[in-house]
C-alpha cells in the first residue's frame, strides 16, 4: 500500500491510509527524503491518524524520517497519534523524542506555519 | 422392577405427607396469625432490632413479612418472598438497617414459629416431630433467601456507590480554549492510574487541548509503579501533541520520587496550581491583565 504523498504550498503531507509493511515504511521515508528537495519544501507532515499500531520499526522509521528531513533542511511533524497507540508506545518505551507530535493536521500545519515565522512557541516538543 | 417402583410410590407417598403436614401447618399460622405476629414484634423490639425503625414501622412489616412467609411456606415458591425482600432491602437499607438485623428477624420469626408449633403438638410427640420434618427445611430456606436478597441488594448498593465514586473521581475541566485541568483528589491506585491516562488521553482528544494542567495537591502519596506510569501517560500525551504541566508536588511526594528515581526531566513540574495555569496561558500566548480600577469618573460617566 503506497502512502499518497501531496505537496501543499510550502509542505509536503503524507497521508496513511491504512496499516504499513516495513517495506511500505521504508519505501514512504526514501520518498519523503527525495521530495522534500524536489519541490523545495519547508516542512513535511506525516498523518498516522488510521493506524492502530505502531511498533517499534515504525516508530525508528519515523524518527529516522525526522532526523534525515531536518538534515536535509525542512520540519518534520508527526500528527494523529490515537490516545490508545500514544500510550502503548510509551508503555513499550517507544519515544519520538525531539520530534513534532500534533493532535489532527490542522495543528501540525499550525505548528509548520509558526515555526516557518521564526522563533515561536514550541508546544508538543521537548525542549 | 417392583423394588423401584416401591421406592417410588414410597417416595410419593413422603412428598404427599409433606405437603400435606406443610397444609396443616399453614392453616395453623393463618389461625394464629394475629397473636404469632405480635408475639413476634415484641421479641424484635425487645431484642434491639430494627432500631432505625418506629414501633408501627416494625408492626406494619413484621405482617406482610409474615403473611409472605406463611405464602412462601404453602406454595413452596419463593420468587415472591425473593422479589418482597429485595423490595424491602431498599427500603431499609439507606435508613441503616445492619445485615445482622435483618437475619436475627427472620431467625426470631422462625423461632417463635416454631415455638408455637411446640405449644400446639405438645401432646403428640411423634406429629410434633413429623411437623417439623416439614417445617424447618422450608423455614431454613425461608430465611436464607431473605438473607441472601438483602445481601446481594447491599452488594449492588455498594457496587453503584463504588461506580459513581470511580466517576467522580478524575474530572476533566476546560478552563481556557485548549486548556485543560486535572485535579487529582485522594490516594490513586493502579486502578485509578490506568482511568486517569484514558480520560487524560480522551479529555486531550475531545477538547483539543494543547496544554494540560495535571494538579496533584490533593495526593497524599505516590508509590513508584504509579510514578511511572505518570511519567509515561504525560509522554504518551506529548504524542498527542500536548504539553503536560504537573502542579503542587507535596515535599513528600518530591521526596519519594527523588529517593525511588524516576527520571522528570522530562515532567514539566510547577510549584502550584496557579503557576500551573500561569505557565499554560504562556505556552498558549494568553496574557492576563487587570483592568482598570474603576474611578469615580467612570462611576458617575
Not at chain 2, 118 to 139: G, S, T
Request: hydrophobic content about 45%; charged content about 25%.
Amino acid at each position: 500500500m503506497q502512502v499518497p504523498i501531496l505537496k501543499q504550498g510550502a509542505y509536503l503531507i503524507a497521508t496513511v491510509q491504512s496499516a504499513l509493511t516495513d517495506e511500505d515504511l521504508k519505501q514512504l521515508r526514501d520518498t519523503l527524503v527525495v521530495s522534500v528537495s524536489k519541490v523545495r519544501a519547508r516542512g513535511v507532515i506525516v498523518d498516522v491518524t488510521a493506524l492502530d499500531v505502531i511498533d517499534s520499526f515504525a516508530t525508528r522509521t519515523l524518527r529516522d524520517v525526522a532526523h534525515m528531513i531536518r538534515l536535509r533542511g525542512a520540519e518534520t511533524v508527526i500528527c494523529g497519534i490515537q490516545p490508545e497507540v500514544a500510550f502503548s508506545m510509551v508503555k513499550l518505551g517507544l519515544s519520538l523524542e525531539g520530534i513534532a507530535t500534533s493532535l489532527d493536521l490542522e495543528e501540525g500545519l499550525a505548528y509548520l506555519d509558526r515555526k516557518g515565522k521564526g522563533p515561536g512557541q514550541e508546544v508538543g516538543t521537548h525542549r | 422392577m417392583a423394588n423401584t417402583q416401591d421406592f417410588a410410590t414410597l417416595a410419593e407417598a413422603r412428598l404427599e405427607t409433606t405437603a400435606s403436614r406443610l397444609r396443616e401447618l399453614v392453616a395453623h399460622l393463618r389461625q394464629q396469625r394475629a397473636q404469632l405476629r405480635e408475639e413476634w414484634a415484641r421479641l424484635i423490639t425487645e431484642a434491639k432490632l430494627l432500631t432505625a425503625m418506629t414501633k408501627e414501622e416494625i408492626f406494619a412489616e413484621a405482617t406482610s413479612v409474615y403473611d409472605n412467609y406463611v405464602e412462601a411456606l404453602e406454595t413452596g415458591t419463593y420468587e415472591a418472598l425473593q422479589a418482597y425482600a429485595r423490595n424491602l432491602s431498599e427500603r431499609i437499607i439507606p435508613r441503616g438497617v445492619e445485615t445482622h438485623e435483618v437475619v436475627g428477624i427472620v431467625l426470631l420469626l422462625r423461632d417463635v414459629l416454631a415455638r408455637s408449633l411446640f405449644a400446639k403438638y405438645r401432646e403428640d410427640f411423634n406429629k410434633l416431630n413429623r411437623i417439623l420434618d416439614a417445617y424447618e427445611p422450608a423455614a431454613n430456606r425461608i430465611a436464607g433467601t431473605v438473607a441472601v436478597g438483602f445481601v446481594q441488594e447491599r452488594e449492588r448498593i455498594i457496587r453503584e456507590q463504588q461506580e459513581a465514586i470511580r466517576e467522580l473521581s478524575t474530572p476533566v475541566l476546560q478552563v481556557r480554549e485548549r486548556l485543560l485541568i486535572l485535579p487529582i483528589i485522594g490516594v490513586i491506585d493502579p486502578q485509578r492510574t490506568r482511568q486517569l491516562t484514558e480520560q487524560l488521553l480522551r479529555g486531550i482528544r475531545t477538547n483539543r487541548a494543547k496544554v494540560v494542567v495535571l494538579d496533584i495537591t490533593g495526593v497524599p502519596y505516590i508509590d513508584s509503579p504509579v510514578a511511572n506510569h505518570l511519567v509515561q501517560t504525560v509522554e504518551a500525551a506529548r504524542l498527542l501533541g500536548a504539553n503536560v504541566i504537573v502542579t503542587g508536588l507535596s515535599p513528600e511526594i518530591a521526596q519519594t520520587l527523588v529517593n525511588i528515581g524516576v527520571d522528570l526531566g522530562k515532567m514539566n513540574t510547577v510549584g502550584d496550581l496557579q503557576g500551573g495555569i500561569e505557565e499554560a496561558e504562556r505556552l498558549l500566548g494568553y496574557k492576563v491583565v487587570p483592568m482598570q480600577e474603576p474611578t469615580a469618573a467612570h462611576v458617575v460617566g
